[in-house]
């Protein structure tokens, strides 16, 4: 009889016992994430990076190029033209960018 209720309470504090310390274990995990200054900053950076490889598959910039030519065979008075252009690439281009650039982020989500 003793060492049936010796058993019981055994295994029940056991159970008891590894549910509590799973709990604990994540909150102090979490505590640790959120205070943790070096793995903030860690973040931030991860992050930083991230984006900073995404960028790499934009469009590039517009250009805009204003031309004055005071001489020539135009009408009488101050000729100007100006210039706007758009550079792009095929859409095969940016898709293959683009599985890179997941490429490099899984690669610094391992580091």
Do not use: W
Not at 18 to 40: G, H, T, Y
Not at 48 to 73: C, E, F, H
Request: proline share 4%; glycine share 4%.
């Amino acid at each position: 009889m003793n060492k049936n209720i010796l058993t019981l309470l055994t295994l029940s504090h056991l159970c008891l016992g590894s549910v509590a310390q799973s709990n604990d274990i994540d909150k102090v995990l979490a505590a640790i994430r959120l205070n943790n200054i070096e793995l903030r900053t860690l973040q931030s950076f991860t992050k930083s990076q991230g984006l900073n490889i995404k960028t790499s598959n934009n469009l590039a910039d517009p250009q805009v190029v204003a031309y004055y030519l005071p001489l020539g065979t135009h009408l009488p008075g101050d000729y100007s033209e100006y210039q706007i252009s758009q550079a792009f690439e095929f859409p095969s281009g940016y898709a293959a960018r683009s599985r890179l650039i997941n490429q490099q982020q899984e690669q610094l989500h391992i580091q």
